[in-house]
């Protein structure tokens, strides 16, 4: 799979080549429901058969000059929010607590725990200095001046650790579909 594919590299004949669409995708798409919690192997088939599913019904309504795979990811994304969404439904709540949670609450809070839940996963691999610092700016609200004291570091080097480490979670984030 190239990133840079439009749409347009997959239409012949003035219509969409699944099969390659399929071929070249399969995986990234598998890699974006891979890299969601909680999802078994037959909900992941279901996801990927209703992703290629959904883009073969709108094949007419694509953006040709548009890029393949964010488009690709919003649509695995939108599909496994319905999952769970169909999940929480089933789950019995509260008078009082159905007042308070809608569906776009839901959506907001599934989309964070994903996002964080991915950058978990992935911050220890990042170096156990900038794993350090994230932490301690981010998790445990320190201050700049107080992390480079208790690193025996310059203000500027502890803020240009950050701004590399937020840089590398982005491309993680990217690679996950967010």
């Given at each position: 799979m190239k990133k840079e594919n439009t749409i347009d590299n997959y239409i012949v004949e003035n219509d969409l080549d699944m099969p390659k669409v399929f071929e070249d995708y399969y995986h990234y798409v598998s890699t974006i429901i891979k890299n969601k919690q909680n999802i078994n192997i037959e909900d992941e088939e279901e996801i990927i058969s209703d992703v290629f599913l959904i883009l073969w019904k709108n094949k007419d309504r694509l953006d040709r000059k548009a890029i393949f795979s964010p488009y690709i990811?919003?649509?695995?994304?939108?599909?496994?929010?319905?999952?769970?969404?169909?999940?929480?439904?089933?789950?019995?709540?509260?008078?009082?607590?159905?007042?308070?949670?809608?569906?776009?609450?839901?959506?907001?809070?599934?989309?964070?725990?994903?996002?964080?839940?991915?950058?978990?996963?992935?911050?220890?691999?990042?170096?156990?200095?900038?794993?350090?610092?994230?932490?301690?700016?981010?998790?445990?609200?320190?201050?700049?001046?107080?992390?480079?004291?208790?690193?025996?570091?310059?203000?500027?080097?502890?803020?240009?650790?950050?701004?590399?480490?937020?840089?590398?979670?982005?491309?993680?984030?990217?690679?996950?579909?967010?």
């Open positions: 990811a919003g649509i695995t994304k939108r599909v496994i929010y319905r999952k769970y969404r169909e999940h929480y439904k089933n789950i019995e709540i509260s008078q009082d607590e159905s007042e308070i949670i809608s569906d776009f609450n839901v959506d907001k809070v599934i989309e964070q725990k994903e996002m964080n839940d991915c950058i978990t996963k992935n911050l220890k691999a990042i170096g156990n200095l900038e794993y350090e610092i994230f932490k301690k700016f981010y998790y445990e609200g320190k201050k700049v001046k107080q992390i480079a004291k208790e690193m025996h570091m310059t203000n500027s080097n502890v803020k240009t650790k950050l701004h590399r480490t937020r840089k590398k979670i982005k491309e993680i984030l990217k690679v996950g579909g967010f």
